[in-house]
């Protein structure tokens, strides 16, 4: 009785595998932390900011294509809870995240932990968050950071830059990648945006360089705010509002440019 040919089996088995190993090679390369784990988080994110927010970019050539730029801190307006979410996955390198410890719901401790979170005690200014902060950028890593200090509301409206991105700004040195959003869910929680569709929107700007501005921090928040306000042409607004009831269907709203 012959033998079977295995040979066909052989060389599909040889060519799967060389398949997964080049897939696996590929999530690892084109993530931070170069893990099959964080590629696969990063490629879900991508998938779901795309497909469920219709996530649309201007601006891609103000970004360091590199996965290690080196020191920087990347400043946005606070729409909702998916912002981070929104820029992360479009951007080659990984951010840590500042967020108000009022935000650290406990069941999720595990989350922030892997994320790395720098959490910020509001009602402690001698708290460990900005010195952390701090100690970050110096070592070449990157800091995400919403200067307005809590989601604009109403939308469209900018609100005051708190003094202390000016502080984190002056202390590093580090260049400053700012990025308008627009377009997010209308929402009455952070967490609520993450279940509504849109039609999200991301500007990034140019990257500015305070380090030989001789400003001082309370400037330099002013001069970024200020900033904001003539990229979008959006209100001034002296003061948190509470958000009005969210419309049945989003509307597609785009950042000046």
């Given at each position: 009785m012959p033998w079977p040919d295995w040979s066909g089996w052989v060389i599909a088995?040889?060519?799967?595998?060389?398949?997964?190993?080049?897939?696996?090679?590929?999530?690892?390369?084109?993530?931070?932390?170069?893990?099959?784990?964080?590629?696969?988080?990063?490629?879900?994110?991508?998938?779901?900011?795309?497909?469920?927010?219709?996530?649309?970019?201007?601006?891609?050539?103000?970004v360091p294509p590199t996965i290690h730029p080196g020191p920087l801190i990347v400043v946005m307006n606070h729409t909702a809870g998916i912002d981070p979410l929104l820029v992360q996955s479009v951007v080659p390198f990984e951010i840590r995240w500042m967020m108000s410890?009022?935000?650290?719901?406990?069941?999720?401790?595990?989350?922030?932990?892997?994320?790395?979170?720098?959490?910020?005690?509001?009602?402690?200014?001698?708290?460990?968050?900005?010195?952390?902060?701090?100690?970050?950028v110096t070592d070449g890593g990157i800091l995400g950071i919403f200067p307005e200090g809590g989601l604009e509301r109403p939308a469209r409206h900018i609100l005051p830059f708190a003094p202390g991105i000016g502080f984190l700004i002056q202390r590093t040195g580090a260049p400053i990648l700012p990025v308008i959003i627009d377009g997010t869910p209308i929402a009455n929680t952070a967490w609520e945006s993450l279940t509504r569709r849109s039609r999200s929107r991301l500007t990034f700007k140019p990257l500015i360089d305070y380090s030989a501005s001789g400003l001082g921090h309370a400037d330099i928040a002013a001069d970024l705010r200020r900033r904001y306000l003539e990229w979008t042409g959006w209100t001034a607004a002296d003061r948190w509002q509470p958000p009005a009831a969210p419309a049945e269907e989003p509307t597609e709203r785009s950042a000046a440019s």
């Open positions: 088995a040889i060519a799967a595998w060389v398949a997964f190993a080049l897939l696996v090679a590929f999530i690892m390369r084109t993530n931070p932390r170069g893990t099959v784990l964080a590629g696969l988080i990063w490629w879900a994110v991508r998938l779901y900011t795309h497909l469920w927010h219709r996530l649309r970019v201007d601006g891609r050539e103000s410890a009022d935000m650290r719901f406990p069941p999720l401790e595990w989350l922030w932990r892997y994320l790395r979170i720098i959490f910020v005690d509001r009602s402690n200014p001698k708290a460990a968050g900005p010195r952390d902060a701090i100690r970050h």
